[in-house]
Nanobody, 115 residues
């Protein structure tokens, strides 16, 4: 059974930081690309950051320079370090594992940026 479990969300003031974690089980983690998406109320789910199985990273323009994606294959985990958070970063953040036609999702973790 495949499971992706996100953690690390919460309420933070503008300018603050959070680190999201995604723990995977039931997959050969190292071969999967790992992605972070987010979905704000009333909006579509958008890709925030991605890291390939070789370590190549890509970011949405809105988070470049503020967010950093990483992975630890030994721990079957992916991370999203979020710095200088803004109110517009408020959303549910989802972890996604993708390999070819196989795609798995976590349940999401809420991030709220507010003073």
């Amino acid at each position: 059974q495949v499971q992706l479990v996100e953690s690390g969300g919460g309420l933070v003031q503008p300018g603050g930081s959070l680190r999201l974690s995604c723990a995977a089980s039931g997959i050969s983690f190292s071969i999967y690309a790992m992605n972070w998406y987010r979905q704000a109320p009333g909006k579509q789910r958008d890709l925030v950051a991605a890291i390939g199985n070789g370590g190549t990273k890509t970011y949405a323009d809105s988070v470049k320079g503020r967010f950093t994606i990483s992975r630890d294959n030994a721990k079957n985990s992916a991370y999203l370090q979020m710095n200088n958070l803004k109110p517009e970063d408020t959303a549910i953040y989802y972890c996604n594992a993708n390999f070819g036609k196989k795609s798995y999702w976590g349940q999401g973790t809420q991030v709220t940026v507010s003073s």
